[in-house]
Nanobody, 124 residues
Framework: QVQLVESGGGLVQAGGSLRLSCAASTRTFNSYDMGWFRQAPGLEREFVAA????????YYADSVKGRFTISRDNAKNTLFLQMNSLKPGDTAVYYC?????????????????WGQGTQVTVSS
């Protein structure tokens, strides 16, 4: 069982930045591919970014490419999401997720463990 705890959300003006963190309670963090997803009110949970267990491969949703950066520190069992040039459309609850298997994924159903989420609100 892996427990994931997100932090770093908050209220920011459009054009601003936030850095989300996700702390994992496992000694084998480097055996999990990781992802960030988000869910806005009334909408389905959507893929944001994913990273392979070594950090060598990353994937991004088109809507965040060039603005968001996913990274991980396997020595500290922590996943990050650096969000720059934020827009009101980025407002959502952001979730980190971990998956077993062989590769990072954009698919929601591929992930085995989820955090409780952290709210990000971008004002115009």
């Amino acid at each position: 069982q892996v427990q994931l705890v997100e932090s770093g959300g908050g209220l920011v003006q459009a054009g601003g930045s936030l850095r989300l963190s996700c702390a994992a309670s496992t000694r084998t963090f480097n055996s999990y591919d990781m992802g960030w997803f988000r869910q806005a009110p009334g909408l389905e949970r959507e893929f944001v970014a994913a990273i392979s267990r070594s950090g060598s491969t990353t994937y991004y949703a088109d809507s965040v490419k060039g603005r968001f950066t996913i990274s991980r520190d396997n020595a500290k069992n922590t996943l990050f999401l650096q969000m720059n040039s934020l827009k009101p459309g980025d407002t959502a609850v952001y979730y980190c997720a971990a998956k077993n298997g062989l590769s990072a994924s954009r698919r929601y159903h591929d992930y085995d463990y989820w955090g409780q989420g952290t709210q990000v609100t971008v004002s115009s």
